[in-house]
T-cell receptor, first 113, second 111 residues
Framework: DAGVIQSPRHEVTEMGQEVTLRCKPI?????LFWYRQTMMRGLELLIY????????DSGMPEDRFSAKMPNASFSTLKIQPSEPRDSAVYFC???????????FGSGTQLSVL | GNSVTQMEGPVTLSEEAFLTINCTYT??????LFWYVQYPGEGLQLLLK?????DKGSNKGFEATYRKETTSFHLEKGSVQVSDSAVYFC??????????FGAGTRLAVHP
C-alpha cells in the first residue's frame, strides 16, 4: 500500500485566497483525522471522520475552515479565505483501529503570504 | 484538563549515549499511551505503545513503561544512533477516538 497520500506537498498562496488540501487514506481504513502542526501550538486535532461521517470538529479554528469526506477514499480540508496565521503543516492520518495506530501522510506545508 | 507534558528539547547526544525523554500525563480513567516519531520531512509514525498500567512498549531498541502511580511514560534507549535523530511525541488516547499529543522533543545525535 502507498500509505496515506496528501497533496499538494507545498502550497504558497496570498491572503484571502481559497486553499484546498487533499488526502487519500489507506484503503480499508475507516477513520480519518486532520491535524495542524505549528511551532507555537504543536499538533492540534482539527476534525476526524468515522465511516465518512464527521464525528468531532471541535478543533476546527473557525468558520473559514471546512472539511469533507465524500467517500471512503478521499477527503478535503478547505480554508476560505486564508490568512497568514493559517500557515502551518497540515497532516492527514487514517486508521482501522480508532486511535490505537494512526498512519500519517507526509503533510502539506502551507504558507499564506 | 487533560494534557501531556514532555521535556523540552533539543536533546543533543553523542552516538551510543543513553537516552531518556520524560513524559507525564494528566487524564481521567486509564488511557492508552503512545510514542510517535517524526523524521525530517515526514509524517509521524507510531514507535511504541502501552495500553494498561505496568505494560512496557518496545520497538527498535526504544522502551517505555506505563507508570500509573507517577502518571509517566518515559522513553528510553540504551545506545542511540545518528539515525535516531528526529522529533519524538508522547501521546495518549483522550476520549473516544481522540489522540492528544505533547509538544514534541527534538533529538539530535552526533557521531
Amino acid at each position: 500500500d502507498a500509505g496515506v497520500i496528501q497533496s499538494p506537498r507545498h502550497e504558497v498562496t496570498e491572503m484571502g485566497q481559497e486553499v484546498t488540501l487533499r488526502c487519500k487514506p489507506i484503503s480499508g481504513h475507516n477513520s480519518l483525522f486532520w491535524y495542524r502542526q505549528t511551532m507555537m501550538r504543536g499538533l492540534e486535532l482539527l476534525i476526524y471522520f468515522n465511516n465518512n461521517v464527521p464525528i468531532d470538529d471541535s478543533g476546527m479554528p473557525e468558520d473559514r475552515f471546512s472539511a469533507k469526506m465524500p467517500n471512503a477514499s478521499f477527503s478535503t480540508l478547505k480554508i476560505q479565505p486564508s490568512e497568514p496565521r493559517d500557515s502551518a503543516v497540515y497532516f492527514c492520518a487514517s486508521s482501522f483501529t480508532g486511535v490505537e495506530k494512526l498512519f500519517f501522510g507526509s503533510g502539506t506545508q502551507l504558507s499564506v503570504l | 484538563g487533560n494534557s501531556v507534558t514532555q521535556m523540552e528539547g533539543p536533546v543533543t547526544l553523542s552516538e551510543e549515549a543513553f537516552l531518556t525523554i520524560n513524559c507525564t500525563y494528566t487524564a481521567t480513567g486509564y488511557p492508552s499511551l503512545f510514542w510517535y516519531v517524526q523524521y525530517p520531512g515526514e509524517g509521524l509514525q507510531l514507535l511504541l505503545k502501552a495500553t494498561k498500567a505496568d505494560d512496557k512498549g518496545s520497538n527498535k531498541g526504544f522502551e517505555a513503561t506505563y507508570r500509573k502511580e507517577t502518571t509517566s511514560f518515559h522513553l528510553e534507549k540504551g545506545s542511540v544512533q545518528v539515525s535516531d535523530s528526529a522529533v519524538y511525541f508522547c501521546a495518549y488516547s483522550g476520549g473516544y477516538n481522540k489522540l492528544i499529543f505533547g509538544a514534541g522533543t527534538r533529538l539530535a545525535v552526533h557521531p
